[in-house]
């Protein structure tokens, strides 16, 4: 996979304290559910209730990390919420997390335990290799859910492939070209974190990720970045 799949972070992300470990899972099978997983997220997410309340939004270090880097490139924090914090506020309110297909799930429980941004891209959508980088305004960012493009603010970080499809804009929105489908058997892993989060913490997250996707779906992990 990597002699044909790549993955590079500009130097001027990782300037503005973004980090993260990047990685290939491939020969995965996918499905809509688990019950087996049902019951290992449920007891989870009863021992994470009794731990989270609403506190935790203003208290979390990790959480106000996400915040520093979006000031740092002057964008509003109101505007653009970290995925993991936007998780934390979906738990918060209903006690649950959404259901949208297994491999998904799994990575939004491990989100939710680290508060670390997660996301998975189906490598057969992706053109050749993803760089980190900064925006030049000029790429195609087509987020989640949206019938349409929007346009790319120049400065702000994002995961963009070789034709300039923005994958995930900062940490915010994923896009709907390369999401993770029942289809989907190969994909790309972002574990990202920021300058407040050591690198034990966010390869912690990356090997429980991991171990749970292969317990659950099967496939075989190849790192291809940690910084």
């Given amino acids: 996979m990597s002699d044909i799949f790549m993955f590079s972070a500009d130097a001027s992300v990782k300037q503005l304290g973004v980090k993260g470990v990047y990685f290939t899972m491939t020969g995965l099978q996918n499905k809509v ?9 449920n007891d989870c997410l009863n021992h994470l209730s009794d731990q989270l309340q609403s506190s935790v939004l203003d208290t979390s270090p990790v959480l106000a990390g996400f915040r520093t880097l979006h000031t740092k490139i002057n964008r509003s924090n109101k505007k653009y919420v970290a995925s993991p914090e936007n998780l934390l506020q979906i738990f918060l309110k209903h006690r649950s997390l959404p259901k949208i297909n ?6 939004n429980l491990i989100s939710l335990k680290y508060f670390l941004a997660l996301g998975a891209h189906d490598i057969v959508a992706v053109n050749s290799n993803i760089t980190l980088k900064l925006a030049d305004g000029t790429e195609t960012f087509h987020p989640l859910g949206y019938t349409d493009s929007r346009p ?9 492939d070789d034709s300039h499809n ?14 993770v489908t029942l289809e989907t058997t190969d994909s790309f892993y972002i574990v990202q974190g920021h300058a407040q989060t050591d690198n034990d913490y966010l390869k912690t997250a990356a ?20 910084f």
């Avoid at 559910?33 to 997220?41: C, I, Q």
């Avoid at 790319?152 to 963009?160: C, F, R, T």
């Fill in 33 to 41: 559910t688990d019950e087996r997983f049902e019951n290992y997220k």
């Fill in 152 to 160: 790319v603010q120049a400065g702000d970080y994002i995961y963009a």
């Fill in 102 to 107: 297994l491999l998904v799930d799994i990575y």
């Fill in 207 to 226: 090997d429980e990720l991991i171990a749970l996707t292969q317990d659950f779906c099967g496939g075989k992990a190849e790192i291809l970045c940690c």
């Fill in 166 to 179: 923005v994958l995930c804009y900062m940490e915010v929105k994923q896009c709907e070209k390369s999401k």
